[in-house]
């Protein structure tokens, strides 16, 4: 796999019409300054193929070809065994990225070396017959379902990385919450650090607290319950489900931070992403569907 390159050809838009070459891959293409450098250092990118210093402007409709190897990247090919795509359900895919279907109850990807039947995992053995690898973007909890992005080479992943943490890429979740008394929408604006009493949960106002802001929706409220439509301004761990617990209305079916037993499944899923995509900047809006677990715990509820 030494040998392989990405390459890209991608057309100058309107918006940077007379603008440097280098505020094209920099600033609107939001490739990372070390990327930049390698490709004009060695002369890998081409406007209308031929090779321009960076201030040269551009004009719209101009072609440009960006090529990289596997030497621009400190980890050109993550070590991602394989395991079965039985499971895979794809709910979006082009030559740079994929968004998935994850189940509940896998996680995102193994914690120990050699682990296998993560998320991962699974779509590694799908990819393999394009001779990719998934690459690693943004991580759900093993118990929420739900749509997950990840890349499908080393270029797009500070792309993609970036247009999540500036919030150019956004994603909204479903999750049913104990207690009907919960204001109809609402802002939650806890700091979460970790929880010294157990490595596995985080906490208000914690050791090494950071800034976490969710805004949240309620979409109907029934039998005692509340389901909630969720975006998040941060991305903490476990910033959902430690918000709501700190509002008194933890998550359904909470192993750490719901004491009740109302789901024997985390009632967290991973619902709207609504992707904007590398270098062309167009926006898509992927659903995942209402997982099996959800179903099952609203036709209880409509029975009590």
């Known amino acids: 796999m030494k040998d ?51 201030n040269f402007p551009v004009k719209a409709g101009s072609q ?19 395991d079965s ?36 995992n699974h779509l590694a053995a799908y990819l393999a017959t394009e001779k990719t690898v998934p690459y690693m973007i943004h ?10 992005i990840f890349g499908k ?24 919450v104990e207690g009907t008394d919960i204001p109809d929408e609402g802002t939650i604006n806890l700091p979460i650090g970790r929880d010294p009493d157990d490595k596995r949960k985080r906490k208000i106002n914690g050791p090494h607290a950071a800034p976490a802001l969710t805004r949240y929706r309620v979409l109907r409220k029934q039998s005692g ?17 430690v918000h709501f617990a700190a509002l008194g209305h933890p998550l359904v079916g909470d192993p750490l931070y719901n004491s009740s037993n109302g789901s024997p499944f985390l009632m967290l899923h991973s619902w709207k992403v609504d992707l904007l995509m590398p270098f062309t900047k167009q926006r898509k809006l992927i659903e995942a569907p209402i997982p099996s677990h959800f179903i099952k715990f609203e036709q209880e509820l409509s029975r009590r």
């Open 153 to 176: 080479n080393p270029v797009v992943v500070p792309i993609l990385v970036a247009n999540i943490a500036n919030k150019q890429i956004k994603r909204t979740y479903l999750a049913w």
């Open 85 to 120: 795509a039985a499971t895979v359900a794809i709910l979006y895919e082009d030559q740079n990225l994929i968004v998935m279907d994850k189940r509940r109850g896998d996680k995102t990807h193994p914690n120990q070396p050699g682990e296998v039947g993560a998320t991962i």
């Open 225 to 241: 319950y509340a389901l909630v439509q969720i975006s998040l301004e941060t991305g903490r761990t476990h910033q959902i489900r």
């Open 64 to 82: 440009v070809q960006l090529t990289f190897v596997p030497a621009d990247f400190a980890r050109p090919f993550p070590n991602v065994a394989a």
């Open 139 to 148: 991580r759900l909890d093993q118990e929420t379902s739900g749509a997950i």
């Open 4 to 54: 392989i390159q990405w390459r890209f050809n991608e057309t100058v838009p309107e918006a940077m019409n007379g603008r440097p070459l280098k505020a094209l891959l920099s600033n609107y293409w939001q490739l990372p300054k070390h990327l930049v450098y390698s490709i004009r250092h060695a002369e890998r990118v081409l406007v209308d193929g031929h090779y321009q210093p960076v």
